[in-house]
Nanobody, 124 residues
Framework: QVELVESGGGLVQSGGSLRLSCDAS????????MGWFRRAPGKEREFVAA????????YYANSVKGRFTISRSNAKNTVSLEMNTLKPEDTAVYHC?????????????????WGQGTQVTVSS
């Protein structure tokens, strides 16, 4: 079992920045990749970014490419999401997730463990 705890959400003005963190504990040796997904009110959950734990390969949704950066600290079992030039449409609950396999890392059903989520609100 892997436990994930997110932190760093909050309220920010359009154009501002936030940094989210996700701390993993438990059987972290089973993690192949970690990712971030978000769900806005009335919308489907969507992929944001992911990173493989070993090679550090990064994946981004087109909507955040160039604005968001995912990074990891293997020693600390932490993955972070640096979010810059935030827009009101980035407002959502952001969830951290961990996958045990390498398949389809942009799909939510590829992930085995999920955090509770942290709210990000971007005001216009």
């Amino acid at each position: 079992q892997v436990e994930l705890v997110e932190s760093g959400g909050g309220l920010v003005q359009s154009g501002g920045s936030l940094r989210l963190s996700c701390d993993a504990s438990g059987r972290t040796s089973s993690i192949y990749a970690m990712g971030w997904f978000r769900r806005a009110p009335g919308k489907e959950r969507e992929f944001v970014a992911a990173m493989t734990w070993g090679a550090g390969t990064e994946y981004y949704a087109n909507s955040v490419k160039g604005r968001f950066t995912i990074s990891r600290s293997n020693a600390k079992n932490t993955v972070s999401l640096e979010m810059n030039t935030l827009k009101p449409e980035d407002t959502a609950v952001y969830h951290c997730a961990a996958a045990r396999t390498r398949l389809r890392l942009t799909y939510a059903d590829s992930y085995d463990y999920w955090g509770q989520g942290t709210q990000v609100t971007v005001s216009s």
